[in-house]
């Protein structure tokens, strides 16, 4: 098992990168997969005001796309079924994600973003923190930094807590606030994403969770990973997600979704992922997954819902 200590940028699977010399005109692309915690343990508050934190993290075949214009006046447009739901503002994590390297990297050369927005905002599925971290993979390609310079690590962490393991970008164990990552050999499951479009402030669900400063909570069991679904699943059970319940508490329809998930045929697990609102059902495979997603929409048609992968 990797050292949970060891710094992202040491672990980030190798990708091409160009010289900074080269002329490059086309438009690149990066995805921006949805971040799901299936499980978040949240273990006490640090002096320094974050928590401390024991999350096994998966990604979605479902996200937002990033694009790239590395020739192209410096700035961020944006597009997609989410982009009325943004503003091009200072602290867009794409804005901030470039800014934060090229403080680290003299001479960064930043161009032009084009952000396909489809994930919901603010919806526990680290949308902002995969946008982020699909920057810097552009931004590093375009400027010849190799993967594994410590620089995109420091500029992730500056960035969010979520950015680091975005940036990392497979199944992991995240700890710390964010900064501490390990590999998981994760299954791939069939994955339903319902979020009811209702806002929950993270801080107003980490103050409802009520941990007094100083407590100290036990940590989970972190395995090295899991050989089948129902390995997974056994463990998950056990390992919830400690927000989940003070976020029902503040926004009681929150129920009603985890409810109509609950009733989707073949579903083996629900939950919510980060501090909400989004929930997810897993599945034995995707079939299934887009059965149950058909069910939920007939239901809810006015939810957001998306039928995708996991691992």
Known sequence: ??????????????????????SLLARLAERAPA???????????????YHELSSLVAFAGAGDRLTYEPEGEPGLDLAGPGAATLTVEPDNLVLKAARELKARVEGLRIG??????????????????????????????????????????????ATGSDVPVCLY????????????????????????LVNPRLPVAT?????????????????????????TRAEALAFLVEVPNDLEPPARALE????EVADVLAATPEVRLVRMSGSGATFFGLYDDCRAAARAAKAVIAARPDWWVKSTVLG
């Open 35 to 49: 971040k799901i915690n299936l499980s978040l343990a949240v273990l006490g508050r640090r002096a320094d005001g």
């Open 252 to 255: 009681l329809s929150l129920g």
């Open 169 to 192: 970008g497979r199944s992991s164990w995240m700890g710390g606030r964010g900064e501490a990552l390990s590999p998981v050999a994760l299954p791939r499951f069939g994955l339903v």
């Open 1 to 22: 098992m990797a050292d949970p200590n060891m710094p992202i940028a040491a672990v980030v699977a190798p990708a091409p990168s160009l010289p900074a010399s080269s």
């Open 203 to 227: 801080a107003s669900v980490f103050r409802a969770l009520g941990l007094a400063p100083g407590e100290i909570r036990r940590p989970p069991p972190r395995p090295d990973g899991f050989a």
């Open 112 to 157: 032009r973003f084009v952000l396909d927005k489809r994930l919901p905002v603010a919806s526990g599925i680290g949308g902002g923190s995969a946008d982020g971290a699909a920057a810097l993979r552009l931004l590093a390609r375009t400027n010849g930094l190799a993967p594994d310079d410590p620089r995109l690590y420091a500029a992730a962490l």
